[in-house]
Every structure is written in structure tokens, then in C-alpha cells.
């Protein structure tokens, strides 16, 4: 069986890093998968992200990450 998004979503696998990272991303840490609820912007180009689950993590500028990110149909 396969999941699907709701609301007629399309989940896309991409590459993040602290410049592209957007809020409702879902990463995936420790084989968890973490929501992105926000974002703030750090000295030195860095931005720590605030999860769901209240956990913080700090994306440096050359921190990469894989994220799925849904995008709506039109």
C-alpha cells in the first residue's frame, strides 16, 4: 500500500540547506521524521529550526539535508 499526501499533495524528496529550509518541511532525524514549525535566522548565514515536537536543530550554511516537501496541485 502506498501512502498518499492529503488533499491531493504531492510529497517531492529534496535537497535543503539553511537558505532554501521553508517551514512544513519534513525532515527526517535520527529515523524520525521532524515538521518544521519555524525558522529563525542566525549570524553567519545559520538558521535554527524549531520542530513540531519542540526539538531545535541548527543548520549551518554548509549543513545538507534531505526533506520532503509537499506541494499542492492545482
Same mark, same amino acid.
Given at each position: 500500500m502506498r501512502w498518499q499526501p492529503p488533499g491531493g *499533495? %504531492?510529497?517531492?524528496?529534496?535537497?535543503? !540547506?539553511? !537558505?532554501t529550509v521553508q517551514r512544513g518541511d519534513i525532515i527526517q532525524l535520527g529515523g524520525r521524521a521532524c515538521?518544521?514549525?519555524? %525558522? /529563525?535566522?542566525?549570524?553567519?548565514? *545559520?538558521?535554527? %529550526?524549531? /520542530? @513540531?515536537?519542540? @526539538? %531545535?536543530?541548527t543548520m549551518h550554511t554548509r549543513t545538507r539535508l534531505v526533506a520532503v516537501r509537499m506541494t499542492r496541485r492545482w
Open positions: *499533495a %504531492l510529497a517531492s524528496h529534496i535537497e535543503v !540547506t539553511a !537558505t515538521c518544521v514549525k519555524d %525558522l /529563525f535566522q542566525l549570524r553567519g548565514g *545559520a538558521k535554527q %529550526l524549531v /520542530f @513540531e515536537s519542540g @526539538e %531545535l536543530l
